[in-house]
């Protein structure tokens, strides 16, 4: 499991990516995998439903690697935000660098396409600040995570 936890040590939030263990397999030179998508606020959290979690693209375009390469590119300082929202838009990760140096995190679960499998503008989410060694860990973890 990839874990983004927040900097707030005290009511700690956090975004977990991790692989299911059904996969759609392949469509048309298409590889896709399941990932189920965990939100955690303190005591509150919102877990992705149905069988195959959120689908997120392996093939042609590697979403995870790109995420991952986004995410050490902006822990590193080489970018100042990083937007992504998967093919399958079940979900949306925005990290932004802050005027005072931090990261915030804002992350959607899209409730419109879990439940119905259509794209709606219904979505529960959570917000937090993070550091960039977080992000990196994250980036790093997402690495192995989806090897």
Not at 41 to 52: E, Y
Not at 86 to 105: C, D, H, M, Q, Y
């Amino acid at each position: 499991m990839a874990t983004l936890k927040s900097e707030d040590e005290e009511c700690v939030s956090s975004l977990t990516l991790a692989a299911t263990g059904s996969s759609p397999g392949q469509h048309a030179g298409q590889r896709w995998q399941a990932v189920t998508v965990r939100l955690v606020s303190g005591s509150r959290n919102l877990t992705s439903a149905g069988d195959d979690g959120c689908l997120m693209c392996r093939e042609p375009k590697d979403e995870l690697s790109e995420l991952s390469a986004q995410l050490l590119q902006l822990a590193g300082g080489e970018r100042q935000e990083v937007l992504f929202e998967p093919a399958e838009p079940s979900f949306e990760l925005s990290i932004k660098r802050t005027r005072e140096g931090g990261l915030a995190v804002h992350v959607w679960l899209d409730a419109g396409n879990e439940e119905t499998g259509f794209y709606r503008w219904d979505a529960a989410g959570i917000r937090f600040y993070t550091t960039a060694a977080n992000v990196e860990m994250f980036a790093r973890a997402l690495s192995t995570e989806f090897s």
